[in-house]
């Protein structure tokens, strides 16, 4: 068993889609985590899901990153085990230093809920081990400040480090800047860190991975974890 953290801020508007997915669906024990905790030792993986942490009133994610969870979920980090930022979530990680890079206004300042095509870019990842190589998956998005922005030389170093780990695209893996929806440099969707033991994402995985929902493309996310830590208690 894989037991699973998410942890809840004042303005958390999917923690419970997150747990339904882990608890109800894969079956693993998950514990709502408070904002004002501090000890996460219990925890395989922590995940930061989106929402509008502490209202958002300065900088998405800028007074999450002081709290006692994600100082915790730092020093989780730190240890190589697991951390996953979901559109807030990753917001709160680029906040927190965990991930390089900022998210901004969305180009067009609309707030945009869509569906959109996401090309896999690596797939030797605990998150992405259960995709296949140029996979173009669909995944919900829900964001106004979606935008990845990074000077250039953070640009040059997720790209020479294999940093990015999800691009949009079109449906056929053509990465056109038209299907871009909120103006992310290099068409970034999702982020990991040089280990790649921490991940953040705008899309939702956990809104496509029940199929009453009409997709299950972020469902082999989820199982990909599960695989990664059943090899790590293997070894």
């Known amino acids: 068993m894989v037991k699973f953290g998410v942890i809840v801020f004042p303005g958390s508007n999917c923690d419970r889609d997150v747990a339904y997915v882990t608890e109800a669906l894969l079956q693993q024990p998950t514990r709502m985590v408070w904002h004002e905790e501090s000890d996460l030792s219990d925890l395989d993986v922590i ?5 509008f942490s502490y209202g958002d009133y ?5 007074i999450a990153r002081f709290s006692p969870a994600m ?5 989780h980090a730190e240890q190589g085990k697991l951390v996953l930022g979901i559109c807030n979530g990753f917001q709160v990680l680029t906040e927190a230093g ?3 890079g900022a998210l901004v206004r969305n180009r067009d300042l609309h707030f945009i809920c869509d569906r959109v095509p996401l090309r896999v ?3 030797d990842l605990p998150w992405t081990q259960h995709y296949s190589s140029g996979a173009v998956i669909t995944l919900p998005i829900a964001h106004g400040e979606g935008n990845y922005y990074a000077d250039a030389d953070t640009l ?6 294999g940093q990015i780990v999800f691009r949009y695209a079109t449906a056929d893996s053509n990465m056109d800047s038209s299907n871009n929806p909120n103006g992310s440099l290099n068409n970034i969707a999702g982020i990991c860190n040089r280990k790649g033991n921490v991940l953040g994402m705008m899309p939702h995985p956990e809104r496509a991975s029940d199929p009453m929902l009409g997709g299950t ?3 082999q996310l989820f ?3 599960l695989a990664a830590m059943g090899d790590r208690a293997i070894a």
């Not at 995940?47 to 929402?51: A, F, L």
């Not at 300065?58 to 800028?62: E, K």
């Not at 040059?156 to 480090?161: I, K, R």
């Open 47 to 51: 995940i930061v899901p989106g929402g």
């Open 58 to 62: 300065l900088r998405c994610g800028a």
């Open 71 to 75: 100082q915790a979920t730092i020093k």
């Open 98 to 100: 965990l991930l390089p």
């Open 121 to 123: 870019e690596r797939t």
């Open 156 to 161: 040059a170093d997720l790209e020479a480090n």
């Open 217 to 219: 493309d972020g469902m």
């Open 223 to 225: 199982e990909g974890i």
